[in-house]
């Protein structure tokens, strides 16, 4: 295995590096560990059943909570709710990994080759959700972790980084401040940077099992369309190169919040070049990532929805409310804003004639509903006080009447 520049084909010893020594592009990693399939039942039921995939050489180094070989399940209710659709509408439940988002998946690749090349500890800068993956990978491999995240991050999602014992530092300002300190502190500290843009190429490297799950679990077709929260972009590239090896070639959708949107603005523009978001607004914080000084991500990733034929969606933030509404009500899944934006997307496109009615969408659902309970408290609730629990019939009243309000 070795690193290979995204950009110029610079290529370099597999060690903890973090951009091309020549051009400063992006790295990935080239070539596989070739591991037999572990052995254990539990890992078996997780990515690592696709160990030989993966970067890990010893299998003393893997990192497992359980993660990836998320849940795929067709959308009916959703389908029939959409006006004039009939094609198919399926949901990756990415909120099913052990810490309740896709991050997992990177994280445990990326600790295990942490622990492999010999770092002494793990740092990652985080809108919240690596934070928590890194911390709790942290903890199971019983290394010290830094975890850098904004003030502003909600606050079930800072409770569940300090429950697991990191170290938690809380910065003022938009992500891109967070990012810029905990490379800083990685460079001090001798610690590997588990920061999830296209920092890491060993942790970026597991996503590509995401796209080969959905291929497999849809029987071996692509779906049309795979739409995916974007930050900074690792997923959209992990879908996109899980289906290289298919033959198979899905439309690529980068779903962004219209208060952070670098990668549709430029998607937009018709421009090549994705430049910085000056000031974040939105719930979904997940995706609130301005890309201030690593712009060249955001173009990586516009260049990869392009060559799919795919296309980049900005959605409001009272749309996500809808689809976190719709999400639970219709299908029995809990998704934090970001989570829900797929499905905000989804509607948007059809409603203006830019996916056919006919389509076969894969919405990545990436983030759980626990993790910003908050974002749904002003969601109008079917929630009654009991005056009176001994007063049976009175509760059955009141029950019928607010099913017959439900309509
Ligand atoms: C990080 C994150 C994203 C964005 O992923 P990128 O690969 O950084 O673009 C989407 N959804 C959730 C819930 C996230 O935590
Ligand atoms: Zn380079």
């Known amino acids: 295995m070795r690193l290979i520049c995204v950009d110029c084909g610079h290529t370099h010893p597999p060690a903890l590096s973090y951009a091309c020594e020549a051009c400063g592009g992006i790295l990935e990693v080239q070539g596989e560990s070739g591991l037999e399939p572990p052995r254990e039942v539990a890992l078996l039921a997780s990515m690592w059943r696709h160990a030989g995939r993966l970067c ?28 004039g659709f009939h094609g198919e509408v399926w ?33 990652c800068a985080s809108s919240g959700n690596a934070g928590a993956s890194t911390a709790a990978y942290a903890a199971r491999a019983g290394m010290p972790a830094i975890i850098v995240v904004p003030a502003h991050t909600p606050a079930g ?27 800083g502190l990685a460079r001090q500290a001798g610690f590997a940077n588990l920061t999830t843009t ?28 795979v739409l995916i929260p974007t930050g900074s972009g690792p997923l959209v590239k992990g879908v996109a190169q899980g289906f290289t090896e298919t033959g198979a070639t899905p439309k690529l959708v980068a779903v962004q919040a219209e208060g952070c949107a670098p990668i549709v603005r430029a998607f937009e523009a018709g421009a090549e070049a994705v430049t910085a978001w000056d000031t974040p ?3 979904a914080s997940g995706i609130s990532d301005p890309l201030i000084g690593y712009e060249r991500d955001g ?22 409310r809808d689809a976190m509404r719709d999400l639970a009500r219709l299908e029995g899944v809990y998704a934090e804003p970001t989570g829900a934006s797929p499905l905000a997307a989804l509607r948007r496109l059809l409603a203006e004639g830019r996916m056919p009615p006919d389509a076969r ?18 969601m109008p609730a079917r929630t009654h006080r009991v005056a009176d629990p001994a007063d049976v019939a009175a509760v059955a009243r009141l029950c019928d009447h607010a099913m017959a309000e439900q309509g």
């Open 157 to 183: 999602k800072l409770t569940q980084i300090a429950a697991y014992g990191a170290i938690l530092l809380l910065v003022e300002g938009h992500y891109s401040r967070s990012y810029d300190l905990a490379l």
């Open 299 to 320: 173009s990586y990733t516009l260049k990869l929805v392009r060559r799919s034929g795919g296309l980049a969606v900005s959605v409001s933030d009272a749309a996500l």
């Open 361 to 378: 969408a894969v919405c990545m659902i990436t983030g759980h509903g626990f993790k910003d309970g908050a974002a749904f408290a002003d």
């Open 91 to 123: 949901l990756k439940d990415e909120t099913r990994n052990p810490s309740g988002s896709f991050k997992d998946r990177l994280v445990s690749a990326g600790i295990g080759k942490a622990l492999e090349l010999g770092a002494r500890g793990v740092i």
């Open 198 to 225: 296209f920092l890491n190429p060993w942790a970026v490297d597991a996503l590509k099992l995401t796209g080969l799950e959905i291929f497999e679990q849809l029987g071996r077709v692509a779906p049309s369309h």
């Open 281 to 283: 607004r939105t719930i």
């Open 56 to 83: 890990i050489n010893d299998p003393a180094n893997i990192v497992s909570l359980g993660e990836g070989l998320t849940p795929m399940r067709r959308a009916p209710r959703i389908e029939a709710a959409l006006p």
